[in-house]
T-cell receptor, first 114, second 109 residues
Framework: ETGVTQTPRHLVMGMTNKKSLKCEQH?????MYWYKQSAKKPLELMFV???????ENNSVPSRFSPECPNSSHLFLHLHTLQPEDSALYLC?????????????FGPGTRLTVT | GQNIDQPTEMTATEGAIVQINCTYQ??????LFWYQQHAGEAPTFLSY??LDGLEEKGRFSSFLSRSKGYSYLLLKELQMKDSASYLC??????????WGAGTKLIIKP
């Protein structure tokens, strides 16, 4: 595997389900990000981890819970989601957490909440 | 508030040239990115401008004017594979990355 990978690519879940999104980067980077991408809207930064420590949480609802066990892996745990949470969830990594550094994105998980 | 403006959609012809504009109003400026995103795929880095002027990379060029709060991405010799969304993002004075909503570029034969 190369670059940034995400699983699953597609996920349909009910509002009472619990699921997790997984991201893995094979680039030796120190920072990882979760973004939400909704149609015709700007990317929304959800969480930033630098050296496995969370450095930013942009007021994301508690039904989204991130986990970064090491610098290569990032998870997003989901529970009791709402239909408006349906979106493309993108993971990204960069060499450091400074935003002036290029970010490498995964292909995303298309989430549908029913 | 902070704002990035890009056209929602543009159409161009294969072999032609297209310019995608991005204007920004942010609290300070520490650089501007352009990313390309094909439908259903990951955004990929195209360019980063921090100083005024034009930077060329093959068929793609990116221009920045900090005094005007303006950038454009110029695509030459358009190919069908250039059909994608193009995302503009600005790093503000607090080193926050502010994203535009993207411009969907449609290339016609």
């Amino acid at each position: 595997e190369t670059g940034v990978t995400q699983t699953p690519r597609h996920l349909v879940m009910g509002m009472t389900n619990k699921k997790s999104l997984k991201c893995e980067q094979h680039l030796g980077h120190n920072a990882m990000y979760w973004y939400k991408q909704s149609a015709k809207k700007p990317l929304e930064l959800m969480f930033v981890y630098s050296l496995e420590e969370r450095v930013e949480n942009n007021s994301v609802p508690s039904r989204f819970s991130p986990e970064c066990p090491n610098s290569s892996h990032l998870f997003l745990h989901l529970h009791t989601l709402q239909p408006e949470d349906s979106a493309l969830y993108l993971c990204a990594s960069s060499q450091v957490s400074q935003p002036t550094y290029e970010q490498y994105f995964g292909p995303g998980t298309r989430l549908t909440v029913t | 508030g902070q704002n990035i403006d890009q056209p929602t959609e543009m159409t161009a012809t294969e072999g032609a040239i297209v310019q995608i504009n991005c204007t920004y109003q942010t609290s300070g400026f520490n650089g501007l990115f352009w990313y390309q995103q094909h439908a259903g795929e990951a955004p990929t880095f195209l360019s980063y401008n921090v100083l005024d002027g034009l930077e060329e990379k093959g068929r793609f060029s990116s221009f920045l004017s900090r005094s005007k709060g303006y950038s454009y991405l110029l695509l030459k010799e358009l190919q069908m594979k250039d059909s994608a969304s193009y995302l503009c993002a600005v790093v503000d004075s607090n080193y926050q990355l502010i994203w535009g909503a993207g411009t969907k570029l449609i290339i016609k034969p």
